[in-house]
């Protein structure tokens, strides 16, 4: 059968832009499928906009610590909607980037919503038209939820409209304790908003290591973040003076209240029953380690998959796939060891093991952990610490985790995390010169173990 592709993709975020790119330069024919813009959440409505905003959050911190080494400033300004422009601006850049790189590469762009009809088949909603293809991937991401059995929270919005408020809320109230709720909570603080974070949990950022988000909670408390766990909204009532989020134990006012208590799987309304797609509990799409699910033709990659949720895995799927269709070189993904960063205020920076993992799958276990104030606010006066903690084998004597909290931890963790995926020692940490004077130090001058864990052998 003769098709009108050799690779159709439905959804331009980054996964699909670096499959559509690679297999196109491979020599297929690609067409890719967009309703919206070309960049997906990451470069339209999340991780590059988020962080144009978290730069502008911190100004303060600078300001602030002026002073101590000599610099005498005027009352600083700030404008939210110059902010928002020029973020707007930038991503509107960064749109056309991604466009021309796919027409460079031979990519058929269409912009219009795409759903499956079959295992080849796709229909183009805007144009009124089908396109077969010899394979199908689909990239469509994820999408915000707003929990629905809460009374009034269509009064409530999400990360994608907080990009675009109209003006600077003087209070918010944000729902959630994981990546987004903590950032936009530490975003909206630095930029001098009344924040109050309200979260189910004992402590923010389930899933991380527990010394970790003890020091992420305490510094974000400490710099005015009222965070309140162990509670939910059961209600959201709109008044004159503004919203009221209620709570078994408060009524909190507020000019904003933002949902970050989840994403699902972008899934609804692609066709996927129709082709014979299996999707799992959360509406994700079931596919195998080459990105393949249930019908042949058809892979996923990114969050529609609900694997491991971040913009560079997606991309890494992404090109994983057309290695395998059009390379001839079947490439599995490898999903361990990912790095990543939270960019709270302090900011986080973690790969691999946290302790609690490791001490339910190791033998014997070794931490390595220091607390400290960074040098540049010895002079500044601000009291906030920086946490260096390693993660040891202590069978193997291999670091199988790092965790930081403090000044460009993200910048950090990137590196650690090749020396972890490498399965890099302990003693290989000791055997590098240290770089002095800077924080990363620590990383290779802790020598002496803070905990050792031995399991029972009973366990």
């Not at 309703?35 to 999340?46: L, Q």
């Not at 093991?353 to 033998?363: I, P, Y």
């Not at 490498?422 to 802790?446: N, R």
């Amino acid at each position: 059968m003769a098709y009108d592709y050799d690779l159709f993709v439905i959804g331009g975020g980054s996964g699909g832009v670096r499959a559509a790119r690679m297999a196109a330069t491979y020599g297929a024919r690609v067409g890719l499928a967009e309703e919206d813009r070309v960049g997906g959440t990451c470069v339209i409505r999340g991780c590059v906009p988020k962080k144009l905003l978290v730069y502008a959050s911190r100004f303060p911190d600078e300001f602030a610590d002026a002073p101590g080494f000599g610099w005498t400033l005027p009352d600083a300004a700030f404008d939210w909607r110059t902010l928002i422009a020029n973020k707007d601006q930038e991503i509107a850049r960064l749109e056309g980037i991604y466009r021309t790189n796919l027409a460079k590469a031979g990519v058929e762009v269409i912009d219009s919503r795409a759903e499956l009809r079959g295992p080849h088949s796709v229909h183009l909603v805007a144009e009124g038209r089908e396109v077969t293809a010899r394979h199908i991937l689909v990239a469509t991401g994820g999408w915000p939820h707003l929990p629905a059995e809460i009374p009034g929270v269509d009064h409530a919005i999400t990360s994608n409209e907080a990009f675009h408020l109209d003006a600077l809320p003087r209070r918010i109230l944000i729902a959630g304790g994981g990546y987004i709720a903590c950032e936009f909570a530490s975003i909206f603080n630095g930029l001098g908003v009344e924040t109050t974070l309200v979260y189910r949990g004992m402590k923010i950022l389930r899933g991380f290591d527990d010394d970790v988000r003890d020091a992420v909670q305490h510094e974000m408390s400490h710099r005015g973040v009222n965070v309140i766990c162990e509670e939910i909204f059961t209600r959201i009532e709109k008044t004159e003076a503004g919203l009221v989020g209620h709570t078994s134990a408060h009524a909190l006012s507020a000019d904003v209240i933002m949902f970050a208590t989840g994403r699902r799987p972008n899934t609804a309304g692609l066709g996927l029953d129709a082709a014979g797609v299996k999707t799992g509990p959360s509406c994700e799409i079931v596919v195998d380690e080459y990105s393949r699910t249930s019908v042949p033709s058809i892979y996923a990659i990114g969050d529609v998959t609900d694997r491991v949720n971040l913009t560079p895995v997606a991309i890494r799927e992404g090109a994983a796939v057309a290695e395998t269709l059009f390379n001839g070189t079947p490439t599995a993904v490898d999903h361990g060891d990912v790095p990543t960063a939270v960019f709270t205020t302090p900011e986080m920076g973690t790969v691999g093991l946290s302790e609690e993992e490791a001490r339910a799958r190791l033998n014997v276990v070794e931490i390595y952990s220091a607390a400290f104030r960074p040098m540049k606010l010895t002079l500044s006066g601000r009291q906030e610490r920086m946490l260096m903690k390693l993660v040891v084998d202590g069978e193997s004597g291999r670091v199988v985790g790092c965790h930081l909290v403090g000044p460009d931890s993200g910048e950090l963790i990137q590196v650690v995390g090749i020396a972890v995926k490498m399965g890099a020692t302990k003693a290989d940490f000791d055997a590098t010169m240290a770089v002095h004077p800077t924080a990363a130090e620590e990383l290779v001058t802790m020598r002496t173990p803070t905990a050792r864990y031995v399991r029972d052998a009973a366990e």
